[in-house]
């Protein structure tokens, strides 16, 4: 008894050993990110190790808002990021529904295209998109890039989705017909918001695709005024060495609510994630 | 009753039309115009008084006399591909594995440090990790220097050394996708098997094997086949992390070689030609380990 008590004691304790080694490795890099956010502009090549420098300044944070149109930029991403992700969540709670409930015809080549659109490489879309838009005059302008937004994490979604509704009982539809409802009524009152769990993550992945996407902006958003946070971003890294600590505060600042955001829903994320495949 | 179909006929297409106008417009038919392109001549010289000229870019794909050529970038790839699944499986399943033991306390607040790399934007990761990597003042030179009396790396300076720290990077961003995936599918499993396991005195490794692995697989397989689709397919973290390929273009996946044909040489048609030959792959590996698996069975 006392040796299985033992060999239960040291499997717990190397356990927690692993696990806070595994935590250490994710949040180090992150740490960086601050650490070098709150360096003095002079002492940015440093070989300190320290995560809080010394001489710690909150002075790139303020230089981005005064001196830089970094106030403009997080306004144009939230503006892009809050769209897509209304248009996202429409565009996959509806269309998942439909494959999770009706049969119809093409109902297996939908599904089964969703799933080849994610074996398109980026470049691919690119590149004829990019020609497009330049022919309708969207380049500089957001029409474009949201609506390609919407489409990027819309597969992945619908897919999602469509299991987290295979998930709940057709019964409920009926219960709810019978109450006379119809059917866009069951939908909306009675299924939407059991299925909120993969709700929640369809717009997590439809915010995040519009947030932190730089190569498609990159090529079609070239106004200064028009960029979004990442391009920013990207132009202080270029200028390495000078304006590092810029690129450390301007990446906290766009990390933030995408890590608050994440975490605050990692509990969702196990379950909407999932269920619909446990079943598929 | 005949109104009552039409009715959900109505119904159904005002539920999907939306979403495929918008995939028709965004995807389908970019990927047909992209399919002419790669028939054609087209590039910043010829933009738009280009002509078909046959299968000659395909032809250029897999024939051009360049460094690297396509067999060297695409043989990176698979090796690419191939270490970041192995250790964003293991790390991930194993991780899960020690998160769902009974006797383990913070459990949340575990997972949620963990799933950290998922969440930090892919852009920043790949900056980051490209300052860590720095000869001088980056991190990880430092911490191998200070820490370990070990000599300072010159990471992203030789095509091995800057490969090698691009999989660094990927393998840390990548696991918390498969932690996560795994430990739904570890809760789904019911207790009772492992102590009618105990009761029969099956070792750690036998239900490992016997019960865990088998009861894991249809969740893991599908996630799997993802992974290995946006892994073969990840252009940010190469592309930020080596900065465009350095050095001297040594350090390419084949989506990040189009991506510098196409966006930084306008070579339009060879880059469409190669987008294809690379969709092309990945469909045949999907379709095979699919049937092979029986992966999406039963999900129609």
Redesign the interface.
């Known amino acids: 008894m006392t040796d299985a008590k033992k060999k ?1 004691y040291i ?2 304790t190397a ?2 050993l ?2 806070v080694l ?2 250490l ?6 740490s ?2 601050l650490t ?1 956010s709150l360096r003095p502009a002079d002492r940015l ?3 300190s ?1 320290e995560i809080i420098p010394k001489d710690a300044t909150l002075r790139n944070y303020t230089a981005l808002f005064t001196e830089r149109p970094f106030g403009l930029w997080l306004m144009n991403s939230t503006f892009v990021a809050f769209v897509v992700t209304l ?1 996202g969540v ?3 709670s ?2 998942g ?3 999770s409930r ?1 049969s ?1 015809v093409g ?2 080549l ?2 089964l ?17 990019y ?2 838009l330049v022919k309708l005059h969207l380049i500089n302008s957001y029409l474009g890039i949201m ?2 937004y ?2 990027t994490a ?2 992945f979604c ?1 897919w999602q989705m469509k ?1 987290y509704y295979d998930t709940i009982p057709t019964s409920l539809e009926e219960a709810g017909r019978i109450d006379g409802c119809n ?2 009524q069951t939908f909306y009152k009675i299924i939407l918001p059991l299925a909120s769990p993969a709700l929640v993550i369809t717009a997590l992945f439809s915010f ?1 695709s519009a ?2 996407e ?2 498609v902006a990159a ?1 079609i958003l070239q106004d200064t005024r028009m960029w979004t946070l ?1 391009i920013g ?2 132009s202080f ?1 270029s200028n390495m060495g000078s304006e ?1 600590g810029l ?1 450390g505060a301007a ?1 906290m600042i ?2 933030i609510p ?2 608050v955001l ?2 605050s829903l ?2 969702w ?3 909407g ?3 619909g ?2 079943k ?1 | 009753m005949t109104n009552q179909r039409l009715k959900t006929k109505a119904f159904v297409f005002f539920f999907v039309a939306p979403a495929f106008l918008v995939l028709i417009g965004v995807v389908f038919y970019p990927f047909i115009f992209n399919i002419i392109i790669s028939l054609s001549n087209m590039s910043l010289s010829h933009i738009r008084d280009w002509h078909f000229v046959g299968f000659r870019q395909y032809v250029k794909v897999f024939t051009e006399e360049s460094k690297p050529n396509f067999y060297d970038v695409f043989l990176k790839t698979i090796i690419w591909t191939v270490v970041n699944l192995i250790f964003h499986v293991v790390i991930g399943v194993f991780l899960a594995l020690l998160l769902n033991q009974k006797e383990i306390r913070g459990k949340a607040i575990f997972r949620t440090i963990l799933v950290l790399p998922w969440a930090v934007p892919q852009l920043i990761v790949a900056l980051t990790w490209r300052g860590m990597f720095n000869y001088e003042y980056g991190s990880i030179n430092l911490m191998l220097t200070q820490w370990f009396g070990l000599p300072a790396v010159q990471w992203l300076k030789s095509p091995v050394e800057t490969f090698i720290a691009v999989i660094i990077t990927n393998v840390w961003l990548g696991f918390p996708f498969m932690m996560i995936i795994a430990l739904g599918a570890l809760q789904s499993i019911p207790h009772e098997l492992y102590e009618a396991a105990d009761m029969d005195g099956a070792s750690w490794f036998h239900k490992l094997k016997n019960i865990t692995i088998p009861l894991i697989r249809p969740v893991m397989v599908p996630a799997i086949t993802l992974g290995t689709i946006w892994t073969f397919n990840n252009l940010n973290i190469v592309w930020l992390v080596s900065n465009a390929g350095e050095p001297s273009d040594q350090t390419h996946l084949l989506v990040s070689f189009v991506y510098k044909a196409a966006f930084n040489f306008y070579r339009y048609g060879y880059g469409a030609a190669l987008s294809m030959v690379i969709f092309f792959i990945l469909l045949v590996f999907s379709l095979t380990f699919m049937r092979r698996t029986k992966a999406t069975e039963g999900a129609y």
Do not use: D, H
């Not at chain 1, 490795?25 to 992150?30: H, N």
């Open positions: 239960t499997r717990v356990t927690y692993v696990l595994f935590c490795i994710a949040l180090y890099p992150v960086q990110i070098v090549m440093s070989t190790l248009t429409a565009l996959a509806t269309a529904y439909a494959f009706f119809f109902k297996k939908g599904l295209s969703l799933l080849v659109t994610q074996m398109f490489p980026a470049t691919m879309l690119l590149l004829p998109m020609i497009m609506i390609m919407s489409a819309l597969p619908v299991g059917r866009f995040m947030w932190t730089y190569v090529q990442p971003l990207k890294e590092w690129y990446s766009v990390t995408v890590v994440f975490l990692s509990k994320l196990v379950s994630l999932t269920l495949s446990v598929g």
